[in-house]
Nanobody, 115 residues
Framework: QVQLVESGGGLVQPGGSLRLSCAASGINFRFLTMAWYRQAPGKQRELVASISSGSSPMYVDSVKGRFTISRDNAKNTMYLQMNGLKPEDTAIYYC?????????WGQGTQVTVSS
């Protein structure tokens, strides 16, 4: 059974930092391109960043230079280091493979950027 569990969200002031984690089980994690997605209130879920099995990262323009995606294949875990957070980064953050598979979506972790 596939399980992707996100953690690390919270409330942070503008300019602050958070580190999200995604613990994966039931998949061949080390061979898969993994990704972080987010869904803001009233908006569609969007891709934020992805990382290939060889750890090559990709970022959408809005987070380039602020977010860093990484993975630890020994721990079946993916991370998203978020620095310089802005109010527009407020969303529920999810992890999934790329492209996202319907049955793989977890509960996500809430990130709120507010003063």
């Amino acid at each position: 059974q596939v399980q992707l569990v996100e953690s690390g969200g919270g409330l942070v002031q503008p300019g602050g930092s958070l580190r999200l984690s995604c613990a994966a089980s039931g998949i061949n994690f080390r061979f898969l391109t993994m990704a972080w997605y987010r869904q803001a209130p009233g908006k569609q879920r969007e891709l934020v960043a992805s990382i290939s099995s060889g750890s090559s990262p990709m970022y959408v323009d809005s987070v380039k230079g602020r977010f860093t995606i990484s993975r630890d294949n020994a721990k079946n875990t993916m991370y998203l280091q978020m620095n310089g957070l802005k109010p527009e980064d407020t969303a529920i953050y999810y992890c999934n493979v790329l492209p996202g598979l319907q049955n793989y979506w977890g509960q996500g972790t809430q990130v709120t950027v507010s003063s």
